[in-house]
Nanobody
């Protein structure tokens, strides 16, 4: 079973920056769409950003221009660079692998990493 390991979540002041990382083992990473999602306290999980194998990216309107998703297929790692953080960015951030080129229904979630932005 593929496992995703996220890191980088901390407490940061508003206006600050942070980089989240999500890594896995094996060749499945290079065949997959990768994404970051977040779940604010008391709310549902929502899309933050996705990146395809060809590095086409998509962002939610709330983070566009502030967050950047990138991937390193050699390291099987996806990153989320977050700038100009706001208190409303406070959430548990989850990495998602999938779908893959072999299975459109294949999805694996990471365990989440907590980001807290203080005002």
């Amino acid at each position: 079973q593929v496992q995703l390991v996220e890191s980088g979540g901390v407490l940061v002041q508003a206006g600050g920056s942070l980089r989240l990382s999500c890594t896995t083992a094996g060749s499945i990473f290079s065949t997959s769409v990768m994404g970051w999602y977040r779940q604010p306290p008391g709310k549902q999980r929502e899309l933050v950003a996705t990146i395809t194998r060809r590095r086409d990216t998509k962002y939610s309107d709330s983070v566009k221009g502030r967050f950047t998703i990138s991937r390193d297929n050699d390291k099987s790692t996806v990153y989320l660079e977050m700038n100009d953080l706001k208190p409303e960015d406070t959430a548990d951030y989850f990495c998602r692998l999938g779908p893959t080129i072999f299975d459109p229904d294949y999805v694996v979630w990471g365990q989440g990493t907590q980001v807290t932005v203080s005002s």
